[in-house]
């Protein structure tokens, strides 16, 4: 098998601008991911997606925005693809919705609309994963602080 035929990213910087939440820093985290996955680890930079709430922002980095953008990657995948999700923004946990699940809580992201993707919803993608193909996952996260 010839391993790492395409290399597809998405990467994800939240900074929340004007909000109580505000980050510094996020959106530089991913920029400067972009250029080592591109110099270094020769990424294809068209094949880099990057989703940032920075002012002009052509894809925000909704809820809705990086599940689309992940889903699109993960069907583009095929056997000895190398797929990366980098993730620089806030976290959090909240009560686990499957009854009996033995840790109680689930770890979500927080996307710049607050529309949680939680570590079920990420399960469901990797879940679609063509055998083969390999996800590396970086969250650059912690827990919301009310």
């Given at each position: 098998?010839?391993?790492?035929?395409?290399?597809?990213?998405?990467?994800?910087?939240?900074?929340?601008?004007?909000?109580?939440?505000?980050?510094?820093?996020?959106?530089?985290?991913?920029?400067?991911?972009?250029?080592?996955?591109?110099?270094?680890?020769?990424?294809?930079?068209?094949?880099?997606?990057?989703?940032?709430?920075?002012?002009?922002?052509?894809?925000?980095?909704?809820?809705?925005?990086?599940?689309?953008?992940?889903?699109?990657?993960?069907?583009?995948?095929?056997?000895?693809?190398?797929?990366?999700?980098?993730?620089?923004?806030?976290?959090?946990?909240?009560?686990?919705?499957?009854?009996?699940?033995?840790?109680?809580?689930?770890?979500?992201?927080?996307?710049?609309?607050?529309?949680?993707?939680?570590?079920?919803?990420?399960?469901?993608?990797?879940?679609?994963?063509?055998?083969?193909?390999?996800l590396t996952v970086?969250?650059?996260?912690?827990?919301?602080?009310?």
């Amino acid at each position: 098998m010839d391993m790492g035929n395409k290399r597809m990213a998405v990467l994800v910087g939240c900074n929340y601008p004007n909000t109580r939440n505000e980050l510094h820093g996020c959106i530089n985290d991913v920029l400067t991911m972009k250029e080592v996955l591109v110099k270094r680890f020769g990424f294809d930079l068209r094949s880099v997606q990057l989703l940032t709430d920075a002012p002009g922002s052509v894809v925000l980095p909704t809820g809705a925005n990086i599940k689309k953008a992940l889903s699109h990657m993960i069907d583009q995948a095929e056997a000895g693809d190398v797929l990366f999700f980098h993730y620089s923004g806030h976290g959090t946990r909240i009560p686990s919705v499957k009854r009996g699940h033995p840790f109680r809580h689930d770890e979500a992201i927080v996307p710049c609309d607050f529309n949680l993707i939680t570590d079920v919803d990420f399960r469901q993608l990797v879940n679609r994963l063509p055998k083969g193909a390999s996800l590396t996952v970086l969250s650059d996260s912690c827990p919301v602080v009310a």
